[in-house]
């Protein structure tokens, strides 16, 4: 097993998927980790391989992965000085992508930045990139019902909702939202809210955006939704959940097939005294 | 069909939730409505039978119910005036339960206040309650996995997470936490973040909640979680939903079986040129 500390480093994102500060739940405190690794490693019955640390996702800078590290080599070190030796380190996920004008380090920047602290030590490095990968190569297509002139917004009314792309409402996370037609990009813009067909005011895609008109029927594409998209999709509303499609040379593939009104009430069963 | 006003009454509980106001997307604007309903009775092919008006959840006061049945009653007063008689009024739902120390109206209350308003109209009363009829008819019992002394608090991780009950992480809704121990509740107290298994620091069900100390493998009742509790679930960390089940007259009966791993990837499918 590998023991997670917690390096009390301020990843400067959203305090829900931020980790590795003190107040947080994950990890072991740096300034325990010692103590506790000494423990763990004189345990007979448990072999401790490695230490683990994921400060936050969605960071948009080197600098706290640089720092976060850094602590967590001081204990490889001094754990070393024991004459314990691990042989994997593993620094987590959390590379940021760009949704609207966030410019993140790319891979190679943070690894240019890790490379020289770790390149002379004999562990095996493990990371967790995930946003990194799919976020930006998955898109949520929706179509526009309805236009409507509120009494003091304008609304685009689409199909998608919050239950499929919760995001927007619970980290208050910015989805850049283009039009699939070309001819939509040129039309004049207008301050908008994109919202679904969800019973709440929570369930919206964007809120006051500046977006090129879109026309009832028109599809919509809703940028950056291969992370934290499907899977965290629920079926509120009685809304089975959609598709998903991989294209692939222009080909489309349906990997995961749309829930019908049968899933939605799959296992449920009516007890005898209720017939 | 029932045409919706916007009657624009602050309904005094949580923005998400607030769905009556100016800003919502819900409804036409309650000075535009009788131009609106005048053009919809006239279109040959569709019947306009009622007005409806929802002005939000989890309300605790009778006022704001009272102030928007009176202006749909305006409308509806106007339309007579000018020979439409509507047959139905939807006054929607709204009624707020006690989660914490909330103390909301009974729905006696709320017939009491609305009654001498409609009883000499030739209409058909509708009403959408939900949550107060079951919101707190339904517990998510939980087990205790973990005690934990973080460096700045303390946490209770238990086996429920944020995709079973988004409430906390999506409202900031304060929900009950009972020990299902009869001894637990003699405990002393503890400041503690009530906390799930997912991979953010935005999964909690309780934060900072003064709560008697609770051991590993222990159950915990979390109340209200019978409105917006599984219907809003998901399966967030590849986490199968849980069952549920109805209890009469002590006896258990499962009316909806847990998920399996199995259900997580139903619909999936590997495409030929990656197999």
Known sequence: MALRINPDIDPKTHPYISTGLKKSKF????????EEFKLAFSLGHIEVVGVHKHIGSQLTDVTPFVEALKKVLTL????????INVQYINIGGGLGITYSDE???????????IAPLVRDL???????PGRVI????G????????????????????DAAMNDLIRPSLYG??????????????????????????????????????MAEVKPGELL????????????SSNYNSRPRVPEALIKDGEIHVIRSRETYDDLVKGEAIPAFLR
Do not use: W
Request: aromatic share 6%; proline share 6%; with cysteine.
């Open 27 to 34: 990890g072991i405190a740096a300034d325990r980790a010692l």
């Open 76 to 83: 490889v070190e001094a754990l070393k000085h024991d004459g």
């Open 103 to 113: 410019t993140p380090p790319l891979p190679k920047d943070l690894a240019d930045a």
């Open 122 to 128: 004999k562990v095996t490095l493990i990371m967790e």
């Open 134 to 137: 799919v976020g930006n190569a």
């Open 139 to 158: 898109i949520l297509v929706t179509q526009a019902l309805y236009l409507k002139e509120g009494e003091s917004k304008r609304f685009v009314i689409v």
């Open 173 to 210: 996370a910015y989805h850049e939202i283009r039009p699939l037609t070309e001819a939509g990009a040129q039309r004049p813009k207008h301050q908008v809210d994109v919202v679904g067909p969800v019973c709440e005011s929570g369930d919206f895609l964007a809120k006051d955006r500046a």
């Open 221 to 232: 594409a809703v940028m950056s939704a291969g992370a934290y998209g499907f899977v965290m």
